[in-house]
Nanobody
Framework: QVQLVESGGGLVQAGGSLKLSCAAS????????MGWFRQLPGKEREFVAG????????SYADSAKGRFTISRNNAEGTFYLQMNSLKPEDTAVYYC??????????????????WGQGTQVTVSS
């Protein structure tokens, strides 16, 4: 089993930055993909960014490219989402996730088996 604990959400003005963290524990992650998703009330959870733990290869949703950066710290078993130039439309609950199905697309919801509790990000205009 994998446990994921998020931190770092909050309220920020448009144009500001936030850094989300996700501490992973419970298993080794050499085969895992790790990702960030977000969800608005009444809407489906959507992919934001993903990273392959062993290679460090990354992938981003179009809405995140150029503004968000996903990274990992192998020694600490933690991965991050640095969010810059935030917009009001980035407001959502953000979830970190881990999966053991590296053959599935990194942006696919069903590539992930483990989820954090979610953290609210609110961007004011």
């Amino acid at each position: 089993q994998v446990q994921l604990v998020e931190s770092g959400g909050g309220l920020v003005q448009a144009g500001g930055s936030l850094k989300l963290s996700c501490a992973a524990s419970g298993r080794t992650f050499s085969r895992y993909v790790m990702g960030w998703f977000r969800q608005l009330p009444g809407k489906e959870r959507e992919f934001v960014a993903g990273i392959r733990w062993s290679s460090g290869g990354t992938s981003y949703a179009d809405s995140a490219k150029g503004r968000f950066t996903i990274s990992r710290n192998n020694a600490e078993g933690t991965f991050y989402l640095q969010m810059n130039s935030l917009k009001p439309e980035d407001t959502a609950v953000y979830y970190c996730a881990g999966g053991d199905r590296p053959n599935l697309p990194i942006g696919a919801l069903n590539a992930y088996d483990y989820w954090g509790q979610g953290t609210q990000v609110t961007v004011s205009s």
